[in-house]
């Protein structure tokens, strides 16, 4: 009897486990083998085909709203990892930063949506054409919300004492923080980059808002997609960026460095 | 006296200041003018404005306080299953998984960075009417006919669980994995059952992994909009789709700022009084420690 008992304890957590990991996974598992089948969806499965996937690469609405994910991505990702290294420079020279720096916390406790509705008003407002230049603005306030705990974390865990060695031997100011600090920080830069990406990649709730009629971006394409009925081609799609995010994860969890953040 | 002067060499660093006019102008101004926003009433004559409180008093009825209600019921039901499922996977991931840990972390780290709309669309294929879920039921015979599942209480609850559930185990996770395993052997040496050590040791220490995530997935799981709308299909009203609706279908930018504000007051409100009812209950359990 106690065996048994025994043998259940030990059996449950890994089970249920398990079935959570089914639960997680067995969505995406049947969103992908729907990308091969040869119908589209409501008939059940008839053979395989690659037709689904020349359709997405044929498809130019697509390319575009990828592309204008890729360069708002791209650009909010590198203006906040300016921003953060502007501070840090700052820091360098003996600003005093740890209270700033309550400043840039705000971004990722307030919720998306109200920062999304006070942005687009405000733009309104300001009669900015919503568009590109909006949404690389939005996009800019939540990433920086992000690199800059990870990276300012990693500057404080440097050893100063290289800083003072670098400045004694008579290096300028500049040249200790693009030749000594900089590479130091580089891997961190990298992953804080790689998430910022990823974050506006996958942004849904603030290009919703600031995008305008012009720039969609390729979250508010599956948006449209699904809200007008289920589509294989999108079920390529998701297969293609399903790939996508594993490699960058991959690549993120190489560089080895846990997001401070959660 | 040396790094003084050399301070004094280096040109102003401007850079930094524009990172704060940056933050300053499109941050903190943007929730500024949205209380302005929020007390100015416009006229039917162009040009001629009111300020005043008329633009709350709008939403002072019982939809909308039952719209807000039903938010927080949403969020705080997606919180306690996301708890319930999560917590054992993050304890798995801390104890148990051995050399298989970096695995299972990637397979939860990589739903967190993928599009979630991708996840919601993977669910359509489960739950519609000629989905996976209805032919496995018609399958072992629990049902005649197929059936549609969307368009749901339940269903919505489901998915979002679906959704957030990687921000409630990654926060415990990470407090778990630097728990001195000693304390919970020791706890089990001195007597106590697996369930009491549970109780008393395990969750008072992961509490402020458990806060975060709490954070994490309350906040955004309040004002969301797009999971109610495309697996409830429009008939499930929340706090995120009247703030769409007014922002960008009716045009009143006056009422929806209004309405932003007021669910974020009543937001931040619930969080501090849940706070201090958690805060009471630990601390009172946290007494038999002593």
């Known amino acids: 009897m106690i065996k048994i008992k025994n043998f259940l304890g030990n059996i449950s957590l890994p089970l249920f486990v398990s079935l959570v990991f089914l639960f997680l996974y067995l969505p995406l598992v049947i969103l992908i083998v729907f990308s091969f089948n040869d119908a589209p969806f409501p008939a059940p499965w008839t053979g395989f085909s690659l037709k689904w996937y020349h359709e997405l690469m044929d498809s130019p609405e697509i390319w575009r709203s990828f592309y204008t994910s890729v360069v708002v991505g791209v650009s909010a990702t590198f203006l906040s990892i300016m921003m953060t290294l502007s501070l840090i420079y700052y820091n360098l020279m003996g600003g005093k930063l740890k209270k700033l720096l309550l400043l840039f916390y705000g971004n990722i406790l307030v919720p998306e949506i109200v920062l999304a509705v006070s942005l687009l008003c405000f733009l309104t407002f300001l009669s900015i054409p919503l568009g590109f230049l909006t949404l690389i603005i939005s996009h800019t306030i939540l990433c920086s919300g992000y690199v800059l705990p990870?990276?300012?974390?990693?500057?404080?865990?440097?050893?100063?004492?290289?800083?003072?060695?670098?400045?004694?031997?008579?290096?300028?100011?500049?040249?200790?923080?693009?030749?000594?600090?900089?590479?130091?920080?580089?891997?961190?830069?990298?992953?804080a980059g790689l998430l910022a990406f990823i974050i506006s990649f996958d942004d849904f709730v603030l290009s919703f808002f600031c995008a305008g009629s012009d720039a969609q971006t390729l979250s508010l394409f599956i948006y449209s997609m699904i809200r007008s009925g289920v589509s294989p081609i999108v079920n390529a799609l998701s297969t293609i960026l399903l790939i996508f995010s594993s490699l960058l994860v991959m690549v993120f969890c190489y560089l080895n460095i846990k997001t401070k953040i959660f | 006296m040396k790094f003084k002067e050399l301070i004094k060499k280096e040109k102003p660093f401007f850079g930094v200041s524009l990172s704060f006019v940056w933050q300053g102008l499109f941050f903190y101004l943007p929730l500024i003018f949205i209380i302005l926003l929020s007390v100015i009433q416009l006229s039917t004559i162009p040009g001629y404005y009111k300020i005043g409180?008329?633009?709350?008093?709008?939403?002072?009825?019982?939809?909308?306080?039952?719209?807000?209600?039903?938010?927080?019921?949403?969020?705080?039901i997606n919180c306690v299953l996301c708890f319930i499922v999560g917590f054992p996977i993050a304890y798995f991931l801390a104890f148990k998984?051995?050399?298989?840990?970096?695995?299972?972390?990637?397979?939860?780290?990589?739903?967190?960075?993928?599009?979630?709309?991708?996840?919601?669309?993977?669910?359509?294929?489960?739950?519609?009417?000629?989905?996976?879920?209805?032919?496995?039921?018609?399958?072992?015979?629990?049902?005649?006919?197929?059936?549609?599942?969307?368009n749901s209480y339940w269903t919505i609850l489901l998915v979002m669980m679906?959704?957030?559930?990687?921000?409630?185990?990654?926060?415990?996770?990470?407090?778990?994995?630097?728990?001195?395993?000693?304390?919970?052997?020791?706890?089990?040496d001195l007597g106590a059952s697996s369930l009491q050590t549970w109780f008393r040791i395990t969750l008072p220490l992961s509490l402020s992994g458990l806060k975060s995530g709490f954070f994490l997935v309350f906040v955004p799981s309040f004002g969301e909009f797009a999971i109610p709308g495309l697996i409830g299909g429009d008939k499930y009203v929340f706090v995120g789709t009247v703030i769409t609706q007014f922002i960008l279908s009716n045009g009143s930018m006056n009422l929806g700022a209004a309405f932003t504000l007021i669910s974020s007051i009543a937001l931040i409100g619930l969080i501090i009084a849940m706070y201090l009812v958690g805060y009471k209950y630990i601390k009172n359990f946290g007494k038999i420690d002593d």
């Open chain 1, 150 to 191: 990870i990276v300012y974390g990693r500057f404080l865990s440097i050893d100063k004492s290289v800083i003072e060695a670098s400045l004694d031997l008579g290096a300028t100011m500049s040249n200790t923080f693009f030749k000594i600090v900089v590479p130091l920080l580089k891997p961190s830069l990298f992953a």
């Open chain 2, 162 to 188: 679906y959704c957030y559930l990687p921000f409630m185990v990654l926060p415990i996770y990470s407090v778990l994995e630097r728990l001195n395993k000693n304390v919970l052997e020791a706890s089990a």
């Open chain 2, 53 to 76: 409180l008329a633009n709350f008093l709008y939403f002072f009825n019982l939809s909308y306080i039952n719209i807000i209600l039903k938010s927080f019921g949403l969020a705080l």
């Open chain 2, 97 to 150: 998984a051995g050399r298989f840990r970096n695995l299972f972390l990637f397979l939860l780290i990589l739903p967190f960075w993928t599009n979630f709309l991708l996840h919601v669309y993977a669910w359509f294929y489960v739950l519609e009417k000629a989905g996976f879920l209805s032919n496995l039921l018609l399958f072992f015979g629990f049902i005649k006919e197929p059936i549609g599942f969307l």
